[in-house]
């Protein structure tokens, strides 16, 4: 029997770089380096599509969005996990409530995550209240506190949808 309830965990670190925006939930930070990666490498919505995806089994964002695939290259974040809500519907779940910590030294993300918050749950279609986004340092202890990257975790509950909700928009 199918469980009604599933969780899971996602992580993602890039390296932060000149030349590049920074984009971290979908929004742009102003900054003057950004996220070095295939796509707009913001490792808070890779984390959340991470969680989405282990909740489900259907395994990782790499085998889902393959770096190197020139259909991904600088592809805005947004964009899979819409493609991933989608998935999670097609097999039968919804999102249920995301938790996600990003860790930065700098810049200074507190100011944002309000419209971080709101630029996930309009794509993941989820009221506001059920997308929380915090953000931390790391006390300038390692790669992270060196000002050298970026990081993000995050945690998703998922529940089992009927098949009339599942046929619906």
Do not use: C
């Not at 003057?32 to 964002?61: E, M, N, Q, R, Y």
């Not at 915090?134 to 975790?153: D, M, N, P, V």
């Not at 949808?161 to 928009?169: G, L």
Request: charged share 25%; proline share 3%; glycine share 12%.
């Amino acid at each position: 029997m199918k469980s009604r309830l599933r969780i899971g965990i996602g992580y993602d670190i890039h390296p932060l770089t000149q030349g590049r925006r920074l984009v971290l939930g979908g929004v742009d930070i102003p900054f003057d380096k950004g996220l070095s990666g295939w796509s707009d490498a913001d490792v808070l919505t890779h984390a959340i599509i991470d969680a989405l995806l282990g909740a489900a089994a259907l395994g990782d964002i790499g085998s889902h969005f393959p770096p190197g695939e020139a259909q991904y290259k600088d592809i805005s974040s947004l964009v899979l996990l819409k493609r991933v809500r989608d998935k999670l519907k097609e097999k039968g779940w919804q999102v249920s409530n995301i938790d996600a910590t990003i860790v930065a030294e700098q810049p200074r993300l507190g100011g944002f995550t309000s419209q971080m918050r709101l630029k996930l749950s309009q794509t993941l279609r989820v009221d506001i209240g059920q997308v929380s986004v915090k953000a931390s340092s790391s006390a300038r202890l390692g790669f992270i506190g060196q000002g050298e990257g970026i990081e993000a975790q995050a945690i998703a509950l998922i529940e089992g949808i009927s098949n009339e909700v599942r046929t619906k928009s």
